[in-house]
C-alpha cells in the first residue's frame, strides 16, 4: 500500500518561500507520474506541478515562473519550490502520485499567505 506523506506547509508573507516535500513510502514510485494539487476553501481540487518519470513537467498557468517541482527517485520523494508566494496560493497542498490507472494522495499541507 502505498503512502504518501506531506510536509513543509505553513505561514508566509506575501513575496517569501515555502519548499514542500512528499515523500512515499510502501512501493518504488520511480516509475510514476508525481506531483501536487491544491484545494483553496470553497474550490475544487487543482493542479499545480507534475514531473513524469522521465522528468517531463506541466505546471497550472498560475504558478509557471514561480513553482518549480522537482523529484529524487531513489528516494521517491516529490518537492515544491515555491517562491514569489501570493495570497491567492494560500491552500491546502496535496501530493500526488499515478500509475497505470491508480492515484494515490498525500493528507495534505496547508499553506498560507498572508498579504
Known amino acids: 500500500q502505498v503512502q504518501l506523506v506531506e510536509s513543509g506547509g505553513g505561514l508566509v508573507q506575501a513575496g517569501g518561500s515555502l519548499r514542500l516535500s512528499c515523500a512515499a513510502s510502501?512501493?518504488?514510485?520511480?516509475?510514476?507520474?508525481m506531483g501536487w494539487y491544491r484545494q483553496a476553501p470553497g474550490k475544487q481540487r487543482g493542479l499545480v506541478a507534475t514531473?513524469?518519470?522521465?522528468?517531463?513537467?506541466n505546471y497550472a498557468d498560475s504558478v509557471k515562473g514561480r513553482f518549480t517541482i522537482s523529484r529524487d527517485n531513489a528516494k521517491s520523494a516529490v518537492y515544491l519550490q515555491m517562491n514569489s508566494l501570493k495570497p491567492e496560493d494560500t491552500a491546502v497542498y496535496y501530493c500526488?502520485?499515478?500509475?497505470?490507472?491508480?492515484?494515490?494522495w498525500g493528507q495534505g499541507t496547508q499553506v498560507t499567505v498572508s498579504s
Open positions: 514531473m513524469s518519470s522521465s522528468g517531463s513537467t
Open positions: 500526488y502520485a499515478f500509475r497505470l490507472g491508480q492515484a494515490y
Open positions: 510502501g512501493s518504488t514510485l520511480s516509475a510514476h507520474v
